[in-house]
């Protein structure tokens, strides 16, 4: 069982929401692909540049000998930070939206946007 | 000494500081210090020019540990060209009533993180920084809310975090391989890799992203909507289209010199800018809102630079980056433009305008003078960067092909310049703003300028000689000549009574069918790449 590993799980994670960014018209389950994506990103990179065994560069580490790669879980934070704020943005957008134009589905939005025009 | 990081810091600490005062002295002051920040950048620059490149290591680090802002030549070229655009912009809204606190705050903020993707020297940086510019573009043009306003906004933030959600994932890989996020220590890791094998996927995800940000072939089609909407203030479609764009490909540029001795996609993205040249100009042909044609002209334009930078010729390189200059220069002129126009009109309809050099002259002067810079007219600013690119491609089809899409942007913009001639039906000439006249004319002014003193403005600029062959300038010049000719003669056979490419407006692309082009495109690239490597 090689291959459960968090970087291969990372990968599929991340077209699993491309998919569904694809195949699904409503708007909310496109803002969880996003949120999916996002968390298989997180995932490769705390998970890839972690070898067997080595521990979380948290606390005392002054005895250990095989310390994890500090910066990807640096970057990450940073990456959990912007994750919020985005998802934050757009279902505060997509609030509005609704408001104005009464659904949830890209398709008829984008018709009833085109009258405006 | 000079200091980078305060050049990045400085609008942004403003823009939270003018909240204090009150709106009309802090647009006096923000004028002031946009002056200012031209000046201490003109400084860098110049210094750049004598000294070499300035590197600084923010914190203190050594080299490739810290965040590292570094400006070569190209870079401060470019932050002086975007403290100029910010200075003209914000002369320009200066007596407009949509300027106030907040927006000032957003553009100002909009003005660091472009400054900041510039100078930047690390890759998750400049992500985090276009994540944030992408967060600020969407409330800039959100900003007038109309109606559709909410659609324009959500679907250009969605389609972007895809886009640098795609960029991350390659960085991780990248990361992973390398284990170096700067770019120059990039550049001397990558030469020790043998095998590009193992490169192929994280090249994919991350041009992928930059790609979309540069609005090539298969995923321009957020670009129009987001440039050309009627919420958007015009200054703000000037910045984006004239400036902001330029990022994408300033970002693309790097990635390319840094992964190019072991994956040379230059081919491949010389057809890519030729299509999306061609492409542009068919669907600005197709549209009648004045915004959205100048904004799918920005895409061709935006296909003629990749062509140019791509060409692997350094007389079509440095062509390609000048045009990349003075397309910011006539293509803000000419949303500068277009909003007064649309302000004094009432109307977005390129059919119901009229008249518009009897109407308003100055305004006339200036598009008339842009559109003659857009198109390559002899002695425009255009032209000179035409012929460079062009004369870098002589030999191979591609000289033809730019010959094809120099035709087509005329016939887009005899279809445009409709509107300066006739008559608007209205008495008096119309009292446009003293100080947006000032600026459209200075900024038009300057794509004439830009034309004489092509060769001088480029060896100021990046340093290279490259002089303008008279004869074959003179033959290129014929060419023009003969293409307005046959231009006119294609706009009135066929695009004056209808418009015949009325129906590819049908085709618009969702949200869903945008992503799956982010999708097919990538896997595209990994296909061709597994091919060719």
């Known amino acids: 069982m090689i291959y459960i590993n968090g970087e291969s799980i990372s990968i599929l994670l991340f077209f699993v929401g491309v998919y569904g960014l694809i195949a699904r018209r409503n708007i909310i389950k496109s803002i969880m692909s996003i949120s999916i994506m996002q968390v298989a990103v997180i995932l490769y990179f705390v998970s890839a540049n972690t070898a067997p065994g080595s521990i979380p560069p948290i606390g005392d580490i002054a005895q250990t000998l095989q310390v994890a790669d500090p910066l990807p879980q640096a970057l990450m934070i940073t990456d959990i930070v912007i994750g919020i704020g985005v998802t934050a943005a757009s279902l505060t957008m997509f609030i509005h939206l609704y408001h104005r134009f009464r659904s949830t589905n890209w398709q008829k939005i984008m018709k009833k946007r085109n009258r405006y025009d | ?533």
């Open chain 2, 1 to 533: 000494m000079i200091n980078l990081h305060w050049v990045i810091l400085l609008p942004i600490i403003l823009g939270t500081v003018a909240k204090l005062i009150s709106i009309n002295t802090a647009k006096k002051i923000i004028a002031l210090f946009q002056a200012a920040l031209l000046v201490y950048v003109t400084q860098i620059f110049v210094d750049v020019r004598k000294n070499g490149t300035i590197l600084e290591n923010i914190g203190g680090w050594p080299d490739t540990i810290g965040i590292t802002l570094r400006a070569d030549l190209l870079a401060s070229a470019m932050i002086l060209l975007s403290c100029f655009l910010f200075l003209a912009m914000v002369i320009f809204v200066h007596n407009k009533n949509y300027a106030d606190h907040l927006f000032f705050f957003l553009f100002l903020s909009l003005e660091s993180l472009i400054i900041g993707i510039f100078l930047s020297n690390d890759l998750f940086n400049i992500f985090v920084l276009i994540e944030a510019a992408t967060l600020i573009i969407t409330i800039l043009i959100m900003y007038k809310k109309a109606n559709v306003a909410i659609y324009d906004g959500l679907m250009y933030f969605l389609i972007n975090v895809v886009a640098m959600s795609f960029f991350l994932m390659g960085l991780g890989m990248l990361y992973k391989k390398i284990g170096v996020l700067d770019f120059y220590a990039l550049e001397t890791a990558l030469s020790q890799v043998k095998d590009p094998q193992s490169l192929i996927l994280p090249y994919a995800f991350m041009i992928t992203a930059v790609s979309l940000k540069a609005a090539l072939m298969p995923l321009f089609s957020w670009l129009p909507k987001a440039h050309g909407t009627p919420s958007a203030p015009s200054v703000v479609s000037a910045i984006l289209s004239g400036l902001y764009v330029k990022t994408g490909i300033y970002v693309f540029l790097r990635l390319q010199i840094a992964f190019s001795p072991l994956i040379d996609t230059s081919e491949l993205f010389m057809i890519l800018g030729f299509v999306t040249a061609i492409a542009g100009f068919i669907l600005a042909l197709a549209q009648k809102d004045i915004k959205l044609l100048l904004a799918y002209s920005t895409v061709s334009q935006i296909g003629v630079i990749m062509i140019g930078i791509n060409l692997d010729n350094p007389v079509a390189y440095w062509g390609g980056l000048y045009h990349l200059m003075n397309h910011a220069i006539f293509k803000s002129t000419l949303f500068l433009t277009a909003g007064m126009i649309i302000s004094e009109y009432k109307t977005r309809n390129l059919n119901e305008v009229n008249g518009v050099f009897e109407h308003m002259p100055a305004v006339g002067v200036a598009t008339i003078l842009s559109i003659l810079g857009i198109i390559g007219a002899p002695l425009f600013n255009g032209s000179i960067s035409k012929y460079l690119i062009a004369s870098g491609s002589s030999g191979t089809w591609i000289e033809y092909g730019l010959i094809l899409i120099n035709l087509g942007t005329i016939v887009v913009f005899i279809k445009y310049g409709q509107l300066l001639f006739g008559h608007s039906g209205k008495k008096e000439t119309a009292d446009s703003d003293i100080l947006e006249k000032a600026v459209v004319l200075t900024l038009s002014i300057l794509c004439f300028l830009g034309g004489i003193f092509g060769s001088q403005l480029i060896a100021i600029l990046f340093n290279v000689d490259l002089t303008v062959d008279l004869r074959s300038y003179v033959i290129k010049m014929l060419l023009f000549f003969g293409s307005i000719l046959l231009g006119l003669l294609i706009y009135r056979g066929l695009f004056k009574k209808t418009n015949r490419l009325a129906f590819i407006n049908s085709f618009e692309l969702g949200f869903n069918e945008m992503c799956l082009s982010i999708t097919l495109f990538f896997a595209f690239i990994v296909i061709y790449l597994k091919i060719a490597f």
